[in-house]
């Protein structure tokens, strides 16, 4: 069975800090995905990497796809309130999504 | 931008009665999928579907769930007899192939009295 693990579970920092969330697996995935959603919404894609060892950013976003296409991080810089939701992954599996539980980021003012 | 489009946002049902989500996945994706997510937790696969069968459906999936591409347009997810325990969002999501991104619905919550 794919799993894929969230850290950590929760996070609360204060405005201008940044911050890592990670999603670990034993698994390989063919692409991962990272989501944001709000409450009541559905998930909202950020992004996916597909190549190991890839990294993309999205303003202060920094997300890295692990060398063995395993695991994968964001990155926040100089985090914001209007970071604040939950952070989802995703890893591709043949017809279906694997999902981490999720990292719920609180940023106070 | 395409987008996936669930109705309704919200829908109340008694218990026993059956319940019909509806989704527009977006035109030119292959892929169609079912997930919910019961408040609090997380995201739940409940079935895919591609060229017009399921191709994969978890244990949450019984047989008192249903799906159909009835006009090659909409992709609708039955419950025939709903149960208090099936009360969460569901979200619906598509994707143009394998390994390339899901796009989500915005979701339909159903509540079950």
């Known amino acids: 069975t794919q799993l894929l693990e969230q850290s950590p579970q929760f996070l609360s920092i204060q405005e201008g800090e940044n911050l890592t969330v990670y999603c670990n697996s034993s698994?390989?995935?063919?692409?991962l995905q990272w989501y944001r959603q709000e409450p009541g919404e559905g998930p909202v894609l950020l992004v996916t990497v597909v190549t190991g060892g890839e990294v993309k950013k999205l303003k202060r976003l920094t997300f890295q796809f692990g060398d063995a296409r395993k695991d994968s991080s964001l990155h926040i810089t100089a985090a914001q309130p209007g970071d604040t939701g939950l952070y989802l992954c995703a890893g591709g599996s043949n017809y279906q999504l694997i999902w981490g539980a999720g990292t719920k980021l609180i940023i106070k003012p | 931008e395409p987008e996936v489009t669930q109705t309704p946002s919200h829908q109340v049902t008694q218990m026993g009665q059956e319940v019909i989500l509806r989704c527009v996945p977006i035109?030119?994706?292959?892929?169609f999928y079912w997930y919910r997510q019961i408040l609090g937790q997380k995201v739940e696969f409940l079935v895919s579907?591609?060229?017009?069968?399921?191709?994969?459906k978890s244990e949450i999936f019984d047989d008192q769930f249903s799906v159909e591409r009835p006009d090659g347009s909409n992709f609708t997810l039955k419950i025939r007899s709903t149960k208090l325990e099936d009360s969460a969002m569901y979200f619906c999501?598509?994707?143009?192939?394998?390994?390339?991104?899901?796009?989500f619905g915005q979701g339909t919550r159903l509540t079950v009295v």
């Open positions: 698994s390989v995935f063919s692409s």
């Open positions: 035109s030119n994706h292959l892929y």
């Open positions: 999501a598509s994707r143009a192939g394998q390994g390339t991104e899901a796009f």
């Open positions: 579907f591609y060229n017009n069968e399921i191709s994969e």
